[in-house]
């Protein structure tokens, strides 16, 4: 247990720090005297680092021991919060972020590796909700720690405040931590890594600019970026299979149950996005609500999905993942097609009940479900099982949240096109109302492929247990 707290400790303070700038954007924009494409960047550029470090972490989990790789994760990253901490200009703050961003990334792949290896699969759900716990509750409290942190303190504490918590994470770690994994040191592909930092990097860095210029997907930024990524990935995907030792084994496909809580976990991201982006800003525009009460609205659903999600692992070890996913993904279905229904008087108490619904759902279907196909690959196909999870994360974040987006401007353009006077504000409120609709309308087609999905899931047995079973037979 002391090696699972001493890891935990470190992930809730690098997760919740993705989260804890998001509101100091504008007070950044002051203070530097930047425009907010500029200020963007210091989520685009997180997002982007996270996406070239992950594919790597698969790697690095074969080259380094556990408490090698953890100590050195959490170094880099309270380098880069001290560098953010005391920067005098927006390019040092951005140096700092980006630094911290290359900690973040791999402390998940490093926890999820260690957890598969000295877990059995029966115990596995109780302790990858614990994680979920952490990976949902830390980014829930962000803005809300953030808004009182920025109003009372100054933006530099977001980062002065993490400081005392990382070092703490390296003091335990440092006593604590052991090394579980086994060095194997493979013969490192440049070329590999090359084709990998341009795929992933140009592919999140296109989704993430979809919103910097009125042109949206059409603008020569975005879609140049997003093509050269996508070549890039596939270059990188045939490399893999010809490769003795791959930097990330696509063989981890061959098992079924891997690749369903895949397709899973992209379904239920997409659908997650779709809400903690769509719902802000419905709630800000038609419903005229501040920036504070919408974070509030959104905390029950955010806090009781942390909550829930060792419950949830609990369950998914007694009872296996259907018995969670099937209602769950009927829950979620009905939620979504009840959110597609908002208008202008929508109450309030649906839109936290409806947001409550869609992240209990969650909590019960993507945590199994990365178990369930985690715990089908053989022992050497760990690392490369959770850094493909991982770097998916940022991926799959870039992309609904530009998709979703862009749907709903398109939307909401054409609707004012169309409107006889469409400088009223009733008039832009209702376009924004049927943008919103169109996103969950759209979310709720995803969530059908879900369910079919949760019908055809079964306990996964790792590779080594069915064989074993098979020469027992």
Not at 48 to 63: D, E, H, K, Y
Not at 108 to 126: A, D, Q, T
Request: include cysteine.
């Amino acid at each position: 247990m002391p090696i699972m707290l001493s890891l935990i400790i470190g992930a809730f303070f690098a997760i919740l720090n993705e989260t804890l700038l998001n509101i100091a954007l504008t007070t950044l924009m002051e203070e530097f005297h930047i425009s907010l494409p500029t200020v963007q960047w210091m989520a685009t550029g997180f997002m982007l680092v996270m996406g070239v470090v992950i594919p790597v972490s698969a790697l690095l989990l074969q080259w380094f021991t556990t408490r090698q790789l953890f100590l050195g994760t959490m170094t880099v990253f309270t380098i880069g919060t001290t560098i953010s901490a005391i920067a005098p200009t927006f390019p040092i703050l951005l140096v700092g972020r980006l630094i911290q961003a290359v900690g973040t990334g791999l402390l998940m792949p490093i926890i999820f590796n260690v957890f598969l290896l000295i877990y059995p699969p029966h115990k596995r759900g109780k302790i990858m909700g614990l994680i979920g716990l952490v990976i949902m509750f830390a980014p829930a409290i962000g803005p809300t720690l953030s808004g009182i942190i920025v109003e009372y303190l100054g933006w530099r504490y977001l980062f002065i405040t993490v400081i005392p918590f990382a070092l703490f994470s390296i003091a335990f770690a440092y006593k604590y931590l052991i090394n579980v994994s086994e060095v194997t040191k493979p013969k490192i592909d440049i070329l590999s890594l090359v084709f990998s930092t341009i795929g992933f990097g140009s592919i999140v860095y296109g989704f993430s600019a979809v919103g910097e210029s009125e042109a949206g997907f059409l603008s020569p930024n975005v879609y140049i970026a997003i093509i050269i990524g996508f070549i890039g990935i596939v270059l990188f995907s045939f490399r893999q299979l010809k490769l003795k030792e791959p930097v990330m084994d696509l063989r981890v496909f061959k098992y079924p149950m891997y690749t369903h809580a895949v397709l899973m976990f992209l379904i239920i991201i997409m659908a997650m996005f779709a809400s903690e982006i769509i719902l802000p800003i419905y709630m800000q525009g038609p419903l005229a609500l501040t920036a504070a009460t919408a974070g509030l609205v959104l905390l029950p659903g955010s806090i009781l999905n942390g909550l829930m999600s060792p419950f949830m692992g609990h369950l998914f070890d007694k009872f296996g993942p259907r018995v969670l996913m099937i209602p769950a993904t009927f829950v979620l279905c009905g939620t979504m097609f009840m959110m597609s229904r908002l208008t202008i008087h929508t109450s309030l108490w649906v839109v936290i009940v409806g947001y409550i619904l869609i992240m209990l759902s969650v909590s019960a279907i993507m945590m199994p479900a990365e178990t369930n196909g985690l715990n089908q690959l053989p022992k050497h196909l760990y690392p490369h099982g959770t850094a493909i999870m991982t770097t998916l994360q940022p991926v799959a974040g870039a992309i609904g949240v530009s998709v979703f987006i862009s749907i709903m401007n398109a939307r909401q353009l054409h609707y004012l096109q169309t409107a006889s006077n469409p400088q009223d504000s009733a008039v832009i409120n209702q376009a924004m109302v049927v943008g919103v609709e169109l996103v969950y309308l759209i979310a709720f087609v995803m969530s059908i492929l879900a369910i079919i999905l949760a019908f055809v899931v079964y306990r996964a047995e790792p590779k080594e247990m069915e064989e074993l079973q098979q020469n027992e037979g």
